[in-house]
């Protein structure tokens, strides 16, 4: 988080109506506040201010919110990002983590539990900058924050859960990671569709760790996942 009193929050929400309220609220809790109305002022906005965290509709004229957190995506992985969305399908919900989105809040919702994600986003992010971030995979090199998984003969950019994986993977080497908590805490929702996307990111991961035989991500049946080095 930025060195400032206040958190500064970005809020890009097209409904003007909406983001007075949220403004208000958070104003009341301690934040400095930043209001967008359409992607391209939030993009604007974000670049220009550096906001602690960023709060984005999905649906927004002249540019998205998802094309919108793809552009900060790029040259920024680490500033939160909540989505506000009066989608339900999980594809849309999956695109939006993959851009690098780190929560969502489905609309309608109670303004607590808004302020309760933004601070819990804050914290984590003060609290991931005393973890490790890079790591060495027998021959690979991973490094979580540019989400790439590296060797001496190629680089892979990961996407943004299979990076997520890695990343519990890694701080818990030969260790079980449970399944149930994995998909809870990457996709809130331990549902088969989500189940069945992380058997799809392991099978990614497994063949990117291909070029390294010692390294392997093995299947606890019926518990989890877990990393060894053989």
């Known amino acids: 988080m930025n060195e400032k009193a206040k958190p500064a929050v970005l809020i890009?929400?097209?409904?003007?109506?909406?983001?007075?309220?949220?403004?208000d609220t958070l104003e009341d809790e301690g934040f400095?506040?930043?209001?967008?109305?359409?992607?391209?002022?939030?993009?604007?906005?974000?670049?220009?201010k550096r906001p602690d965290i960023v709060i984005a509709d999905v649906m927004m004229p002249r540019m998205d919110g998802f094309e919108m957190v793809g552009?900060?995506?790029?040259?920024?992985?680490?500033?939160?990002?909540?989505?506000?969305?009066a989608r339900s399908s999980i594809e849309d919900l999956v695109s939006g983590f993959e851009l690098g989105a780190n929560?969502?809040?489905?609309?309608?919702?109670?303004?607590?539990?808004?302020?309760i994600r933004i601070k819990a986003l804050l914290n984590r992010a003060i609290t991931d900058k005393d973890?490790?971030?890079?790591?060495?995979?027998?021959?690979?090199?991973?490094?979580?924050?540019?989400?790439?998984?590296?060797?001496?003969?190629?680089?892979n950019e990961l996407t943004h859960f299979e990076?997520?994986?890695?990343?519990?993977l890694c701080t818990n080497v030969n260790r079980v990671v449970d399944i149930q908590n994995l998909?809870?805490?990457?996709w809130h929702d331990d549902c088969s569709y989500n189940r069945n996307s992380l058997h799809g990111y392991i099978h990614k991961l497994r063949k990117f760790l291909l070029k390294d035989k010692r390294v392997k991500i093995?299947?606890?049946?019926?518990?989890?996942?877990?990393?060894?080095f053989q």
């Open 12 to 23: 890009a929400e097209d409904e003007k109506t909406l983001s007075s309220i949220i403004a």
């Open 71 to 85: 552009k900060i995506r790029s040259t920024d992985r680490t500033t939160p990002v909540l989505f506000l969305t």
């Open 32 to 48: 400095s506040i930043l209001q967008a109305f359409d992607g391209n002022e939030g993009l604007r906005l974000f670049l220009e």
């Open 163 to 168: 990076n997520e994986i890695l990343k519990r």
């Open 103 to 115: 929560d969502y809040l489905r609309k309608p919702f109670k303004m607590q539990e808004l302020i």
């Open 131 to 155: 973890i490790q971030t890079v790591f060495n995979i027998g021959n690979y090199t991973f490094d979580s924050v540019s989400q790439t998984l590296a060797c001496e003969t190629g680089m």
């Open 183 to 186: 998909i809870v805490d990457l």
């Open 218 to 228: 093995i299947n606890v049946r019926g518990i989890g996942y877990k990393l060894v």
